[in-house]
């Protein structure tokens, strides 16, 4: 059984940081692409930051910069951490996974929130 568990998330002013992590049960994230998504009161879920089995990263525009994805393959853990945040950032956040030859994100969390204000 997988089960992705996200915690980290907070209430920050403008500039301030966060760093979320992801424990998966039930998968190794070295074996998976991961992703971290979120979304914003009345918008669409957005993919905000990629990583690949080989380690290539990915970031959505309104994050290059600022966010980093990472992931602790001795923890099993996926990490986000956001720098400098706005408000627009405010949204619940959650991690996915993507088994390999699968074209859409297959595991996802629960998420946890962040709000800047």
């Known amino acids: 059984h997988v089960q992705l568990v996200e915690s980290g998330g907070g209430s920050v002013q403008t500039g301030g940081s966060l760093r979320l992590s992801c424990a998966p049960s039930?998968?190794?994230?070295?074996?998976?692409?991961m992703a971290w998504f979120r979304q914003s009161p009345g918008k669409e879920r957005e993919g905000v930051a990629a990583?690949?089995?080989?380690?290539?990263?990915a970031y959505t525009d309104s994050v290059k910069g600022r966010f980093t994805i990472s992931q602790d393959n001795a923890d099993n853990t996926l990490y986000l951490q956001m720098n400098s945040l706005k408000p627009e950032d405010t949204g619940m956040y959650y991690c996915?996974?993507?088994?390999?030859?699968?074209?859409?994100?297959?595991?996802w969390g629960q998420g946890t929130q962040v709000t800047v204000s």
């Open positions: 996915a996974a993507r088994s390999r030859g699968v074209p859409q994100y297959n595991y």
């Open positions: 039930g998968l190794s994230v070295s074996d998976f692409s």
């Open positions: 990583i690949r089995r080989d380690d290539l990263t």
